[in-house]
Nanobody, 114 residues
Framework: VRLVESGGGLVQPGGSLRLSCAAS????????MNWARQVPGQGLEWVST???????YYEQSVKGRFAISRDNAKNTVSLQMNSLKPEDTAVYYC?????????RGQGTQVTVSS
């Protein structure tokens, strides 16, 4: 299992970013895939999930602003982030679980600042 995130960067409040997670070693459509974020000194915070049946869930603070999706052909999972706020600043990780073990990539930094 390998996950590689990309797409982070610096954006002004109200702006948008699209994060991407490239997976290898497994098919994303068969697994529950998540996006989580972490601020230095704090724990990992769950942001969004897409299930194998396509169902999606969002943390309350991002609901209506973020959208998770997957591309089965490219074996990727994306997170479209709109109306970004300074409190969205964090390192964002793509995660999944297999046989009780959690896997995540190296993360991608998102900074929302004017």
């Amino acid at each position: 299992v390998r996950l590689v995130e990309s797409g982070g960067g610096l954006v002004q409040p109200g702006g948008s970013l699209r994060l991407s997670c490239a997976a290898s070693g497994f098919a994303v459509y068969s697994y529950t895939m998540n996006w989580a974020r972490q601020v230095p000194g704090q724990g990992l915070e769950w942001v969004s999930t897409i299930y194998s049946d396509g169902g999606t869930y969002y943390e309350q603070s991002v609901k209506g602003r973020f959208a998770i999706s997957r591309d089965n052909a490219k074996n990727t999972v994306s997170l479209q982030m709109n109306s970004l706020k300074p409190e969205d600043t964090a390192v964002y990780y793509c995660t999944t679980e297999e046989s009780g073990d959690m896997y995540r990539g190296q993360g991608t930094q998102v900074t929302v600042s004017s």
